[in-house]
């Protein structure tokens, strides 16, 4: 009850503001003009399409960049070598802002829906990636060892061991980085 306390004062501060006279409407809308006009954006404009439209990007994007990643980042979790060919690459490329790639993206997919997807993808893959490997890597070394001793080999140590303990991580990887990919 507390919590709402404060948007129902916020409101009442902002009501204050706007219908006083204290604040121009062109700078600061009252709160009647917002539900008028928000109202005005579902019923006319066809709002409700615009956000559906969104939501379809983002989680397209996210399910494709989730479908490359994941088994990427166990690979290099997994085993040192792809670790050692990937890591610098992914590294480099995570810390690059996903709208540095848009000219890009603009001259290979266009301006259509591809593009849109591509720089979402792009924004969460190598995230996801190395979240992921890091995770995998990480798994208890005590685990994997008791299976090697108990016969397992390289192919069923991941399966068995690596996968299962990493999949509660990696799920929280992905709730991250879906986030992420609204921003």
């Known amino acids: 009850m507390l919590g709402v306390g404060f948007f129902v004062l ?23 003009t917002m539900v008028k006009e928000g109202y005005l954006l579902f019923t006319e404009f066809n709002f409700i399409h615009d956000i559906g439209m969104t939501v379809w990007r983002v989680f397209g994007g ?14 290099m979790g997994a085993w040192k070598p792809v670790e050692a060919f990937l890591e610098p690459f992914v590294s480099f490329c995570r810390y690059l802002p996903a709208s540095a790639f848009i000219p890009l993206l603009i001259l290979w997919a266009g301006i259509g829906e591809t593009q ?21 890597g990480g798994a208890r070394k005590d685990l994997v060892e008791a299976a090697y001793t108990l016969g397992a080999n390289s192919r069923g ?4 061991v690596l996968i299962p ?4 991580g990696i799920a929280e990887t992905l709730r991250l980085v879906l986030g992420w990919a609204w921003t």
């Open 10 to 32: 916020f409101v009442c501060v902002w009501a204050f503001f706007t219908l006083g006279g204290f604040v121009s409407p062109t700078f600061l809308a009252s709160p009647n």
């Open 165 to 168: 303990g990493a999949a509660p």
């Open 116 to 136: 849109k997807l591509l720089v979402i993808f792009i924004g969460s893959v190598f995230q996801i990636i190395l979240m992921v490997a890091v995770i995998v």
């Open 62 to 75: 996210f399910v494709l960049a989730s479908l490359v990643a994941v088994p990427l980042g166990i690979a």
């Open 157 to 160: 140590i991941v399966s068995r």
